[in-house]
């Protein structure tokens, strides 16, 4: 397995036990539960399915209140019984097929994409596409875009967060015209904006900021609903994910619809406030997000049209169900990013082609390595649960300094000089 079906599976594991975690199964004990769930087969990333038995699950729990979502991720890594997945071009070029031709079968999509190079036949089998399709449920050639949808709202607020990006204008900073983006989050229950700002980029980095002042101002939901872009599924989500306790679920493929209450909300910002913005007015990022922050704020206090009552009311009165991080210095812990790095002979590493000094004692070693891309100086190798610090390598400085070897080289003079 690589590191990101590893930590897909961590997650599949989580979402199994949340219920027991969270007191939310509907059965008479948690043991209950977990002999309902251990009934139906789990499908994992490489495909294939498996039974869990209720005693697993039972561990895995135990396993999360005492160590966190680490504990869930598999110990062993094998390749055995790995299939081969459909890329993202060939997934589009599959409903591209449907639209255009409704009545067309699977094992004639199979050897278009194959001629028109979407996918190699030593690749990919036709199985995987007839499973796809089937999966996916377009089959049918009457009602290729019709979905079975249904009107839901969870029970508490926190119970769901739904995020997503928008377009933004285009504003003047320092001379430089930038497209903006605004990326929003809106608890299920409540419809309140737990969490919104804008950036000059929509990237992952930049979801997970939003993410945390959510987190930080209204509690850890209990899922986070998103779609399939690259901000929003990947594995540095699924680890924070993962270390806050929430299921992180996903649209199907091209259903963005399926989010409609961000959806219906990023309507509402357009028409009621950024289509009548006097956007020539704003020269910088900082002013745009005030004006949003202003916004937000009345959006929170103003009687929802759906609800009829205002959102900041409704997630008051659901106060009693909120999960609210046990303090700061965890929260941060929890938003690291994470990356596997081999330490140098050299005693370095490199993060985004930049070299950091790291200690000795880890040469040739594998670590983990955390920290905030924009936030570098607090960085750290996180090993047995020990943080040890690490730096940007600074050669000049390195060269001036006495360090111990067999032949204690003075680095600090001109040459090589023993002493």
């Not at 209720?54 to 790995?82: A, M």
């Not at 000059?200 to 899922?223: H, M, T, W």
Request: aromatic share 10%; proline share 3%; charged share 30%.
């Amino acid at each position: 397995m690589n590191n990101k079906e590893i930590i897909e599976i961590a997650s599949i594991r989580l979402a199994l036990i949340a219920p027991a975690i969270n007191n939310t199964f509907t059965e008479q004990s948690k043991i209950a539960y977990y002999r309902r769930v251990s009934i139906n087969p789990v499908k994992l990333p490489n495909g294939n399915s498996v039974l869990y038995s209720p005693g697993t699950l039972s561990n895995w729990e135990s396993e999360y209140n005492r160590f966190g979502f680490d504990s869930l991720l598999p110990k062993t890594r094998s390749d055995i019984g790995q299939t081969r997945k459909l890329s993202n071009v060939a997934i589009e070029q599959i409903y591209t097929l449907k639209n255009n031709f409704p009545k067309i079968n699977a094992t004639l999509i199979y050897y278009k994409l194959i001629e028109d190079g979407f996918i190699k036949e030593k690749d990919v089998s036709i199985s995987t596409v007839q499973r796809f399709i089937k999966n996916n449920d377009i089959r049918s050639a009457r009602c290729i875009n019709m979905k079975d949808r249904k009107a839901f709202e969870e029970e508490f607020a926190t119970g769901m967060f739904q995020g997503d990006t928008c377009y933004g204008p285009f504003i003047t900073e320092n001379g430089e015209r930038k497209r903006t983006y605004v990326i929003m989050l809106i608890d299920d229950k409540s419809r309140l904006i737990v969490g919104g700002r804008f950036f000059y980029n929509d990237n992952s980095y930049n979801f997970q900021k939003v993410l945390k002042e959510a987190v930080a101002r209204y509690g850890i939901p209990k899922k986070i609903y998103l779609d399939n872009g690259s901000p929003y599924r990947n594995e540095q989500l699924s680890l924070i994910c993962g270390s806050l306790g929430i299921v992180e679920l996903h649209t199907m493929v091209r259903d963005g619809a399926s989010k409609g209450k961000v959806e219906r909300n990023f309507r509402t910002l357009k028409s009621r406030w950024l289509n009548t913005l006097d956007v020539e007015s704003i020269s910088s990022l900082a002013e745009l997000n005030d004006e949003l922050f202003t916004y937000i704020n009345k959006h929170n206090i103003t009687i929802h049209s759906s609800t009829k009552q205002r959102p900041i009311d409704r997630y008051k009165s659901d106060l009693a169900h909120v999960k609210v991080a046990s303090d700061s210095e965890w929260l941060d812990n929890c938003f690291m990013n994470r990356v596997q790095r081999k330490v140098n002979n050299d005693a370095t590493i490199s993060i985004d082609k930049i070299s950091y000094d790291v200690p000795m004692q880890f040469i040739k070693q594998k670590v983990e390595v955390r920290y905030l891309p924009d936030d570098m100086d607090s960085a750290y190798i996180y090993y047995e649960k020990i943080k040890y610090s690490i730096r940007k390598t600074n050669k000049v400085e390195n060269g001036k300094t006495k360090r111990k070897n067999p032949l204690n080289i003075d680095y600090s003079k001109d040459g090589v000089k023993y002493v």
